[in-house]
């Protein structure tokens, strides 16, 4: 998931030299020559000091800079869902013209799958998905349908999509009331396998690990009239069995509270988690065989919620928040109040 994406020498003065030496007498030539070798000594021993300060200093400079960047480019979903929009990821400029959606129907979600995106729209109690593909300057060039890829449901507002990183399986999330129902799909062959609850609940952040899909469970019920989530649960499923219940997940691990979005690295052993809490926002990793939290990743002063995570072919992580911003980690800060969701 998304995502996206975090010193040197230090001055040696204080090695300073210090000569205790009284001299209250003539000092005999030998002496003094020793002092003067002690001295010549004591030099060779700083400058050689710095000089490996310099070397760290070097070295972890070249670390730096060989860390891979994040995506160029990050794809949004208008909220009207009547068009899709390609931003430069470091500065926030909008690249060539935005794409309308297909007659009829209206983008939910978007995807990235490392060369291209995939792109969900609804109509007709029917989701169907696009391939979009950028030119090298980030405009969009081609948007293709992927006619077998196609669910049966309703997708709402709490609907999720992901893809793995071969570009043919789709995952996505339809809903029959508050129970969810997550669909796997092939693009080339349209082979589908789906897994449902009975319980009310939604069903998010999907993203993929090899066959591995991990959601974040986060059961509701209804308070005062509304929907309300209880908890927050990241869990895995092998999509490599049988279709069935999603009880056939396993739990990764629980979630602290403020914490909405969740990811699965690509190579399935790490969890990342966004969190806010006392107005400070955070990517928070945890191991994925044990459930444990390991480190943090990134912090950003943040009053508002985490609202989705989206981790790039880089490994790079691109955090969308509530206040109306979308953070890209190894990139820049881009204006998203106008997207109802983002991709890179």
Excluded at 164 to 178: E, F, K, L, M, P
Excluded at 280 to 298: D, R
């Amino acid at each position: 998931m998304r995502t996206g994406a975090m010193d040197g020498g230090r001055d040696e003065g204080k090695n300073g030299i210090r000569l205790r030496q009284a001299w209250r007498t003539a000092l005999p030539v030998g002496v003094a020559a020793a002092a003067a070798l002690f001295l010549g000594g004591s030099i060779d021993v700083v400058h050689r000091h710095q000089r490996e300060a310099n070397k760290k200093h070097d070295a972890e400079a070249a670390a730096v800079s060989s860390t891979p960047p994040g995506p160029r480019f990050v794809v949004g979903v208008a909220r009207t869902g009547t068009a899709l929009t390609v931003r430069d990821a470091r500065s926030g400029a909008t690249v060539g013209l935005p794409v309308a959606a297909p007659e009829g129907r209206r983008f939910q979600r978007v995807a990235g799958d490392g060369d291209s995106y995939v792109v969900a729209s609804y109509g007709g109690r029917k989701v169907t998905f696009q391939r979009l593909k950028l030119d090298g300057d980030g405009r969009p060039e081609s948007l293709t349908e992927l006619p077998k890829a196609t669910i049966s449901g309703v997708s709402a507002a709490w609907s999720d999509l992901a893809v793995a990183s071969d570009g043919d399986r789709i995952a996505y999330v339809t809903y029959r009331g508050a129970r969810a129902r997550v669909d796997v799909v092939s693009a080339r062959t349209g082979a589908r396998k789906a897994w449902t609850t009975r319980y009310s609940a939604r069903v998010s952040s999907l993203s993929w690990a090899g066959d591995t899909l991990a959601f974040v469970w986060n059961p509701v019920r209804r308070v005062h009239g509304k929907l309300t989530e209880t908890g927050h649960e990241i869990r895995t499923l092998d999509t490599g069995g049988a279709a069935g219940d999603l009880k056939a997940s396993r739990a990764v691990a629980k979630l602290p509270e403020g914490t909405t979005s969740a990811v699965i690295s690509h190579d399935g052993k790490t969890v990342v988690a966004g969190v806010v809490q006392r107005s400070v926002g955070s990517l928070q990793a945890y191991s994925a065989a044990t459930g444990e939290p390991t480190k943090i990743l990134w912090t950003q002063a943040l009053k508002a919620p985490i609202t989705g995570l989206d981790s790039g072919d880089k490994g790079k992580l691109l955090i969308s928040a509530g206040d109306g911003r979308v953070y890209a980690v190894g990139a820049g800060t881009l204006p998203g109040k106008d997207l109802a969701d983002t991709a890179w």
